[in-house]
């Protein structure tokens, strides 16, 4: 074979790019796809924030129980599906990269600083949700969730930005028909199709974590929906939050208005009994529905000398530390009776690794707020 002579890299040229297949047309219709991918993620995501992070204007209802994973299987499977979005989008334009001058004024200066914020910030988002939710933390040294939820503030901002200097290019692109020889138009169409196709690929192969009829499919999800003790997923397991769950001398203690009742397991049993069919619905996008037996949180309220209705209380875990060991449940909440401290998952006892020998369990809710191992609920009444 011959060889060719051994030649320094140097940035091509644009107009010597290989690719026929760029256009601005190609490059919008791909733009809007991922504006709108990341404008449900955006919106999803600040709901799962207000959720766990309510400021006083924020009421987040008990029903219909399962709307919060809904919104948050939602969130993730429009995350994954960016994937080949993103990286189909960044491929269209990256010669621009290239481009000599590399600023013309001061406003393309700008500009061109922002499209370099929106990269970084679209980046971090979607490689971090992906590490994420595939449980590999370790190359994200800060905690992932308050970075994830600052940056997309970054990714929101710069967007709009992008989107207010590229409309117009945007729009005219999309309305006249595409440029080149039939035969361009059509492997572009085949590009979008593939970009389509992989962003299925995905959804099918994940969504499964989520939508229980899906589950068979889910081969690249890191989570089944019904793998696990009881056929229920487990993400801290109790030997991992260094509970004890075996001790005689357990009682889970409310403490109240009216003063302070502890209760042993016997206790506990000898109030009345509710079932509830209910979702875990994890943060991380995997959900699973359970049926739980146990006593209604409300009814441990009225115990203490409070009022159901407009009480808030603070569900503490027997676990020593970790960010999840206790969980705040408003009076929406307290008030459901499908709130319930469990005891049973399934007609049996709670598996140690779902929180026996009691656990929260309430509709809408994150996983997160599902605290486990619960050793002392503290009942406030709001004015
Ligand atoms: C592959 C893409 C993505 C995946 C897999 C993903 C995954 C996640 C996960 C697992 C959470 C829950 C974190 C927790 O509460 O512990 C979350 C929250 C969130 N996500 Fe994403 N995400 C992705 C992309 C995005 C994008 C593009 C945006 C915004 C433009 C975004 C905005 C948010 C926000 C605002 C939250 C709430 C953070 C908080 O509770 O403070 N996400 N995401
Ligand atoms: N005390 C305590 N409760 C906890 C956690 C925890 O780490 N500690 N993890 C939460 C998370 S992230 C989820 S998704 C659910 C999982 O519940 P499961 O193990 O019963 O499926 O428990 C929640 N309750
Ligand atoms: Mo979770």
Known sequence: MPRRPARRWSAPAPDRFPSPLRSTRLTSQLGVALGVAFAVCFLTGLLSHLIQHPPGWFRWPARPVGLYRFTQGLHVATGLATVPLLGAKLWSVYHHLFRWPPVRSVAHAVERASVGVLVAAALFEVVGGVLNVARWYAPMPFFFTAGHYRVAWLVVGALLVHVGVQLPAVRAALARPGVGSPQERLSRRGLL?????????????????????????????????????????????????????????????????????????????????????LPIACVEGWSATGRWTGVRLRDLVALVGADPGRASVRVESLEAAGRYRASTVGSAHVGDPATLIALRLGGEPLHPDHGYPARLIAPNRPGVLQTKWVGRIVVREAR
Not at 236 to 262: E, M, N, S
């Open 193 to 277: 199709a593939g970009v389509a196709a992989a962003a299925g690929l995905i959804t099918l192969t994940t969504v499964g974590q989520t939508v229980r009829p899906l589950s068979g499919l889910a081969v690249l999800a890191p989570r089944r929906p019904d793998v696990g003790p009881q056929g229920l997923p487990v993400n801290r397991t109790a030997r991992r939050a260094g509970v004890d769950v075996g001790d005689p001398a357990y009682r889970l203690v409310v403490d109240g208005p009216g003063g302070r009742v502890a209760l042993d397991l016997a206790a506990l049993y000898a109030l009345p009994q509710h079932t509830a069919e």
